[in-house]
């Protein structure tokens, strides 16, 4: 199992990123993902969550109607849009592979992460 992030950076407040998990190793459109984060001394804090075949995402509340999170299981990536990001969504931003296909956690998998760092 292989999961690849990418798209991170630094970005004003405000600002937009699209992140992008390139997974292999499995059968993506088996499982729900999950993206996760983890800011500077802090626990790791989920972010989202979205079905097999996309038909249902779910949110940490306080990212609601500002992130967007999609999958293309023709290409086997999943993505994050964040929009209106905030200094407080600094943080390492993570793609997780539940265990079971069955269920939308716990994770095996994490890739290596991404930074996103949001400063004027």
């Known amino acids: 199992v292989q999961l690849v992030e990418s798209g991170g950076g630094l970005v004003q407040p405000g600002g937009s990123l699209r992140l992008s998990c390139a997974a292999s190793?499995?059968?993506?459109?088996?499982?729900?993902m999950s993206w996760v984060r983890q800011a500077p001394g802090k626990g790791l804090e989920w972010v989202s969550a979205?079905?097999?075949?996309?038909?249902?995402?779910y949110y940490e509340e306080s990212m609601k109607g500002r992130f967007t999170i999609s999958r293309d299981n023709a290409k086997n990536t999943l993505y994050l849009q964040m929009n209106s990001l905030k200094s407080e969504d600094t943080a390492v931003y993570y793609c997780?592979?539940?265990?079971?296909?069955?269920?939308?956690?716990?994770?095996?998998?994490w890739g290596q992460g991404t930074q996103v760092t949001v400063s004027s």
């Open positions: 997780a592979k539940p265990f079971s296909p069955l269920a939308p956690g716990p994770y095996d998998y």
């Open positions: 190793g499995f059968t993506f459109d088996d499982y729900a």
């Open positions: 979205i079905s097999w075949n996309g038909g249902s995402t």
